[in-house]
Antibody, heavy 120, light 112 residues
Framework: EVQLVESGGGLVQPGGSLRLSCAAS????????MHWVRQAPGKGLVWVSC????????SYADSVKGRFTISTDNAKNTLYLQMNSLRTEDTAVYYC?????????????WGQGTLVTVSS | DIVMTQSPDSLAVSLGERATINCKSS????????????LAWYQQKPGQPPKLLIY???TRESGVPDRFSGSGSGTDFTLTISSLQAEDVAVYYC????????FGQGTKLEIK
């Protein structure tokens, strides 16, 4: 059974940093693109970032480019999102989601999400 | 960037009736080399993560009831629920994955 479990969310002050993790199981993690998608309270889904299976290719939404870094540890089957210079508008539930084997694919499995609150 | 626009923003349908949600992309998401529309539909219920319903615009995900169907090509797409059930109350999102990734703003579906 495919499982994605996010962790690392919490309350952080503006300008602070946080690292999210997504532990994957039930599939060959090193074969799939992986995504981070966020959802501000009461708002819609916003794609944040993705990474390919060996970590050699990454992409970011303009709103987080230069502040967030996505990475993977295939030995630990874990996806990460390092978030620096956090702003109040980064407050959201952050979901990790499994993509396809190739780029340009839908996301078929999603984690339950972890809440990040940026506030003073 | 490709902008995805859904209509309507909210929809109330009687049980057993048809529900139709539209999604329009600002440019075509049909990839000519494989003739596939890079468009997915997701369902999100309160307090839950999104669930994949439809991909490649019209392919139903395994386990999704056949009352859900997707259609359209190029820039105009439709998600249809043929006979609304109480458990279908949710917010529905379209997503393009042709050029980066973009979601529509969501359509809230309720029971009339």
């Amino acid at each position: 059974e495919v499982q994605l479990v996010e962790s690392g969310g919490g309350l952080v002050q503006p300008g602070g940093s946080l690292r999210l993790s997504c532990a994957a199981s039930g599939f060959t993690f090193s074969s799939h693109w992986m995504h981070w998608v966020r959802q501000a309270p009461g708002k819609g889904l916003v794609w944040v970032s993705c990474i390919n299976s060996d970590g050699s290719s990454t992409s970011y939404a303009d709103s987080v480019k230069g502040r967030f870094t996505i990475s993977t540890d295939n030995a630990k089957n874990t996806l990460y999102l390092q978030m620096n210079s956090l702003r109040t508008e980064d407050t959201a539930v952050y979901y990790c989601a499994r993509g396809g084997i190739y780029s340009g694919s839908h996301s078929d499995y999603w984690g339950q999400g972890t809440l990040v609150t940026v506030s003073s | 960037d490709i902008v995805m626009t859904q209509s309507p923003d909210s929809l109330a349908v009687s049980l057993g009736e048809r529900a139709t949600i539209n999604c329009k992309s600002s440019q075509s998401v049909l990839y000519s080399s494989d003739n596939k529309n890079y468009l997915a539909w997701y369902q999100q219920k309160p307090g839950q993560p999104p669930k994949l319903l439809i991909y490649w615009a019209s392919t139903r995900e395994s386990g999704v009831p056949d009352r859900f169907s997707g259609s359209g090509s190029g820039t105009d797409f439709t998600l249809t629920i043929s006979s609304l059930q109480a458990e279908d109350v949710a917010v529905y999102y379209c997503q393009q994955y042709y050029s980066s990734y973009t979601f529509g703003q969501g359509t809230k579906l309720e029971i009339k």
